[in-house]
């Protein structure tokens, strides 16, 4: 039976997270940083090396291709990461798939289909939520490119430019979607489950839309030593107590699954002896199904409003981005379970609380992500950690799904 090389999958992570390391364990390599596109250099070079047709679109999304004509079976992830973040978020699913091709092209296995493997620009969305996926399936809408910014202000025409990349012919990377029969993605889990339950392969059913808003609460600037507690307009309060109150809301009127999370928080004049005027929350919110998810997204913004109201400040709601929940499709799980049976591994059913490229290419094709277990269900954090055996076990469930769809 085909199996890929753990050797090799080993020395391509290993050599991967060398761009953009952290002194301790981890990466720092967001998208188009100068760590980022020397990572990009590097992969197109391990492309080449494999016998694959290297590209890389308007989005700045690489692909390396085996074989020709249309339509094309994609699998990949990404190779951007989060600030302090681990070695596998995405580059395991981008590795794998390159570490699955070379194995495939070397046993001269009979392709009915081409396959390409793909790396999706800024999927963590520093500049904006799963971006080279979101143009790749025709949903980026263009004229919000000049206005996408890093949560430090940096723009994304700047970054890209400086990547160089025009990030107005971003939405040129729109694919025909006649042009593909379907995509898989290799992932940590990113959770406890699977662990817990000493499973080693996680079949995804459904992967949860995301809510990205920036609430704005406006109150006045003060003397933070002479005004009288009962007079002041204190905006940081506010944003605390709807924090809070929202976090509370989500919990208990959403579907049981629903997230929230308050990554962000700036404080101005942000100096201790003035009484905070203005006090900005990113806030997001995730759950499996649209509907609950819209309605929980109004309302925390109704709550908002009430808290501003009540202490006389005033509030603004931004929306940021939003990404749809998303289906798997059930020939693509179905192909992912055979594959493991194949292999005899377990499999468990299950729903992805982080977001991902698929959830893109599942508006277009037939999409599906094979899930391995994270240590400690840890991920998002230097320590990110998975076994290597349960690596070499999903790399090869990626393998023989990838021959179920090309043979
Ligand atoms: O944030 C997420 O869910 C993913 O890791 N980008
Ligand atoms: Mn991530
Ligand atoms: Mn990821």
């Known amino acids: 039976m085909l199996k890929i090389s753990l050797p090799r999958l080993r020395r391509d992570l290993t050599a991967l997270a060398r761009f953009g390391s952290n002194p301790g364990p981890g990466v720092t390599r967001p998208a188009w940083s100068p760590a980022h596109e020397e990572a990009r250099a590097w992969l197109l070079v391990q492309m080449k090396e494999a016998g694959l047709e290297p590209s890389v679109d308007p989005a700045g999304n690489t692909f390396g291709r085996l074989g020709d004509g249309e339509p094309v079976v994609l699998t990949g ?20 798939a390159l570490e699955c091709l070379r194995t495939i092209r070397e046993a001269g296995a009979p392709l009915t289909r081409a396959l390409a493997v793909v790396a999706w620009s800024d999927e963590e969305g520093r500049y904006g939520s799963l971006f080279g996926s979101r143009a790749f399936a025709g949903q980026l809408d263009a004229a919000k490119i000049p206005g996408m910014r890093a949560p430090d202000g940096e723009r994304l025409v700047e970054a890209m430019a400086r990547a160089g990349f ?11 979607p006649r042009g593909v029969a379907a995509y898989l993605e290799l992932h940590i889990e990113q959770g406890p489950h699977l662990e ?11 992967i949860v839309g995301i809510r990205r808003n920036r609430i704005v609460f406006q109150g ?3 003397h933070a030593g002479t005004t009288p507690m009962a007079r002041r307009k204190d905006a940081f309060l506010a944003a605390a107590e709807y924090a809070l109150a929202a976090r509370q809301h989500v919990v208990r009127r959403g579907s049981g699954r629903s997230v929230t999370n308050f990554g962000v928080v700036e404080v101005k004049p942000g100096v201790t002896n003035i009484v905070p ?25 109704a709550l ?3 808290i501003a109201r009540r202490r006389g400040l005033g509030v603004a709601i931004e929306r940021i ?43 277009i094709t037939k999409a599906g992500m094979i899930f391995i277990p994270s ?9 990110e950690a998975s076994d290597w055996r349960a690596i070499e076990r999903g790399a090869n469930v990626l393998l023989h799904t990838l021959l179920k769809l090309v043979s």
């Not at 594959?339 to 959830?359: E, F, I």
């Open 166 to 176: 025009n990030a107005l012919e971003a939405p040129r990377a729109a694919a025909d």
């Open 77 to 96: 992830s990404h190779i951007d990461s989060v600030p302090e973040g681990g070695t596998l978020d995405g580059a395991l699913g981008v590795l794998a």
């Open 277 to 301: 005027a203005r006090a900005a929350l990113l806030q997001e919110m995730r759950e499996l199904d649209g509907r609950i998810l819209g309605r929980l997204d109004r309302e925390c913004a």
């Open 220 to 222: 006045e600037p003060d």
């Open 375 to 383: 240590k400690g269900g840890r991920s998002h954090r230097p320590d």
């Open 196 to 206: 817990a339950k000493g499973i080693p392969i996680g079949v995804v059913e459904g």
């Open 304 to 306: 908002a409003r009430r």
């Open 321 to 363: 981005s939003r990404n749809e929940p998303a289906r798997m499709h059930p020939e693509v799980q179905g192909a992912i379970e055979a594959a493991a049976a194949d292999l005899r591994l377990r499999t468990l059913r299950m729903p992805s609380g982080a977001g991902h490229d698929a959830q893109n290419l599942a508006r």
